[in-house]
């Protein structure tokens, strides 16, 4: 299930005209015509909470490995295609679970940093979605991460509609590869894509992990989607599994279930 841990970060809300036009500052996506081209980016629901994950295929969704770990039966999860106001443009059961291989889990509902790298997941759907829907966006190829980034996510008290921050910035990189970020994030952002301009276009550079002290922490993804995409496409080219199976990596552990939306703090120790 997906479930919550402490997270000592303020919420800043917005909701006037004025905020939204401030430069860094949240704008909410809840009209169709603010939402166009970002219909990717949606909630991902479980039975005690909700995260944020993108579409990367028609059927496959980015998002944060803690945000599945521990999942007893994919199924029980719902991704909301482009949901704002409310409404998703589709909604999709989950019927697969991929978490990257070093992804260590939690320690007494924290990341530790060293961790931060492989918190990656990608989760399969059961019914593709169609372009006519979304469009997935593209993971970046490797290269280095601009200071300014852009980020949509789906946060407690606003999840209704996606939030986007069209400018906030890398304030650190650390040697492990993870990055720190000023974006304003809480519970239910974990799994939001953080995206940069390559080539004129939009790619998804980062995801949010985790958050505290009034800053986001989340690993670059050009070098480990790869690799876990292809182990997804060949688990999909073997027989259906039956009813009640899982897909997910050896040696996964049970979870044990909390309410609230997913987003962790980050042990920086």
């Known amino acids: 299930m997906i479930r919550a841990a402490l997270l000592a970060l303020t919420c800043l809300t917005t909701g006037t005209a004025v905020a939204a036009q401030t430069p860094g500052a949240l704008s909410s996506l809840d009209r169709r015509d603010l939402l166009l081209g970002w219909e990717a980016v949606g909630r991902l629901d479980g039975p005690h909470g909700s995260c944020t994950g993108t579409l990367i295929a028609a059927d496959i969704v980015l998002t944060a490995a803690h945000c599945v770990d521990g999942v007893a039966d994919p199924a029980s999860l719902r991704f909301g295609v482009g949901l704002s106001g409310g409404r998703a443009l589709a909604e999709r059961v989950i019927s697969g679970i991929f978490l990257d291989d070093d992804y260590g889990g ?119 989607v790869g690799p876990l995409l292809a182990r997804v496409r060949t688990e999909a080219a073997r027989p259906v599994p039956g009813p009640g199976a899982r897909t997910v990596r050896p040696g996964d552990r049970p979870g044990t279930g909390a309410s609230g939306a997913r987003f962790i703090r980050a042990d920086r120790s």
């Open 106 to 224: 939690l320690e007494n509902g924290r990341l530790p940093l060293h961790r931060v790298p492989a918190d990656i997941a990608l989760v399969t759907l059961a019914r593709p979605v169609s372009p006519a829907e979304a469009r997935p966006f593209r993971v970046a190829s490797p290269g280095p991460v601009p200071d300014v980034v852009t980020v949509v996510s789906y946060g407690r008290g606003r999840n209704d509609a996606p939030s986007r921050q069209s400018a906030c910035e890398v304030t650190g990189r650390y040697r492990s590869g993870v990055l720190r970020f000023d974006c304003d994030v809480t519970f239910g952002s974990s799994g939001a894509p953080v995206f940069m301009r390559q080539n004129g276009r939009l790619r998804i550079a980062a995801l949010v992990s985790s958050g505290g002290d009034g800053a986001a922490y989340g690993p670059p993804l050009a070098d480990r």
